[in-house]
Nanobody, 120 residues
Framework: QVQLVESGGGLVQTGGSLRLSCAAS????????MGWYRQAPGKQRELVAG???????NYADSVKARFTISRDDAKNTVYLQMNSLKPDDTAVYYC??????????????WGQGTQVTVSS
């Protein structure tokens, strides 16, 4: 049973920063493509950032140059560093994993989500 547990969400002012973490268990972490998705009220869930098993990254246009995804295979953890946050970044953020290098594109596993709220 694969488990993904997110942490690090919270309330921050416009322009602030947060770092989300996602700890994985129950699987060979290094063989999974990992990603972060978000869902704002009334909107569809969208891919924010993804990282392949070899560390290649992909970002939504709306977060490029502000967010950075990284992974530490020794700690079975993926991170999302979020800088220059805007009110439009307010959403529930989900960690996702798939059993292939680009597995974050079609995740098989999801975390429970962590709320990020950016005040104006």
């Amino acid at each position: 049973q694969v488990q993904l547990v997110e942490s690090g969400g919270g309330l921050v002012q416009t322009g602030g920063s947060l770092r989300l973490s996602c700890a994985a268990s129950g699987t060979i972490f290094s063989s999974h493509g990992m990603g972060w998705y978000r869902q704002a009220p009334g909107k569809q869930r969208e891919l924010v950032a993804g990282i392949t098993t070899w560390g290649s990254t992909n970002y939504a246009d709306s977060v490029k140059a502000r967010f950075t995804i990284s992974r530490d295979d020794a700690k079975n953890t993926v991170y999302l560093q979020m800088n220059s946050l805007k009110p439009d970044d307010t959403a529930v953020y989900y960690c996702a994993a798939g059993r292939s290098p680009f597995g974050y594109l079609r995740p098989e596993y999801w975390g429970q989500g962590t709320q990020v709220t950016v005040s104006s």
